[in-house]
Every structure is written in C-alpha cells, then in structure tokens.
C-alpha cells in the first residue's frame, strides 16, 4: 500500500506541473496576442515615404527629424526596421526628404546613425565631404527633381583625409581628392600658427570643422539651382559633425 500511495503522489505532481506549465505558456501567447498593430508597427517599421508626407515636410522638420533619429542612436534606441517591407514599399519610386554629403569612412553610414530606413534619404560619399561638379548634380537631381528638403554636410572627428590633406599626402588620384580640402587647411592655419601636423588633433579638428561649413557654403554658391530653391524656402542646408566615440552629431550654426 504504501508503494501504491508513493507512486499516485508521484504521478500527482508530474501532472501538476504539467498543468502549471500549460497555464504559463497560455498566459505568455495570450500576452503576446494582446499587442495591439500599432504596438506592432511601432516595434517593427515597415511604412516607407510616399510623395504625399514628403510634400507635406518643411526643411525644418526634416532637420528636426535627422536630429531626432540621431538622438535615438546614440542612446541605443534606434528603430527597429522592417526591410524586407521597405523594399517592397519603395519597388515603385522614391521620395527621400534629405541628402547626406558625408566623408567615406565605414564607422559613419549615414542611414544608421540617422536612425533612417530604406527611401528615406539620398547619401553621397568622398573621402573628406566636400562637393565637386558631379555632387552638385547628384544634389541638384535629388532635391529639384526628387523633392529633397535638406541637405546636410556631415563631417567627423579622426577624418584620415583631413590629416591627408594637413600632411599633403601624394598618392595616385588621392593627391586631386585632397586638393579640394586644401582651402580649409590654408584658412585655419591663419588664424593657428604652426608648424601643424597630422598629430595636431586640435588643428585637424578645426579644419575639419572649416571644411564642412565651407562646403555648406560652397554648394549653394556654386549652384543656382539649389540657391533658388533656398531663396523660395523649399531647401535647408546644415553642416555637423559626427563623434567617433559618442555616435552624436554636433550641429553647426545654419
């Protein structure tokens, strides 16, 4: 009788937690199926821009919202996207609301620290941000053509070819690349007397920093088209510069 007794108690218990196991996995998918479609959404961005939101942004607010998704990268609660249907979305046409000029290095993609997803900005890339003739054209085509609000000039600390250009570095066609940084470097050392090196990280810095609002300066003198559009109020162009060590944008005056 007892060894009857011990084993009904045994079979008892198995058949316990059985049932509290069964009670916690209702309860987890009943959690799980309570999500609403825009708690969903929000968690999972799969919405691409159309030409109507598009239209409906001012230059303004597309800065405020670069801004906005740069905040939420640097504190690590960037968007979680949803590509395969930003694919899809943007299959028929795009309507991006920015331009991004940036320097070439692979610890700034400018999507990602933008906190941006697939349609949602133009990217142009040179080692040291600045425009040339076929960057004009590329801007003029998204922003006249394409309905671009802004463009943002983005620059970083570290920039190898601002240290480049500092050192006048010849190499092969890297040599012209860093020809066009040679103005800001000529400019800063006016105003810092050297002798400078590419050791100096104040004097980089600086010219770095000269480099992105003289190229901020640069596109509209050098482009009507973009000149106008800034005159009628349809355009913004900003200039920042990127933190290696933070993931911040540090934005410099308009």
Partial sequence: MTTFAAADTRARSVRYRILAASVLASGFAAALGGCTAGERQAASRGDVLTAERQRALSPAQVVAELQA????FASGKGTRMDYAAQVRGTAG???PKAVVLSCLDSRIPPEIIFDQGIGDIFVARVAGNFENTDILGSMEFATAAAGARAIVVLGHDHCGAVKGAV????LGNLT???DNIKPSV???RATMPGPHTSKDEAFVQAVAVDNVRRTVQDIAAR???LADRIAKGELVIVGGMYDLHTGRVEWLDR
């Fill in 69 to 72: 998704g740069n905040q939420r």
């Fill in 167 to 170: 050192d006048d570095v010849k």
């Fill in 176 to 178: 012209a690349t860093l």
């Fill in 223 to 225: 482009s009507p088209v």
């Fill in 186 to 188: 000529q400019a800063v």
């Fill in 93 to 95: 046409g795009q309507f």
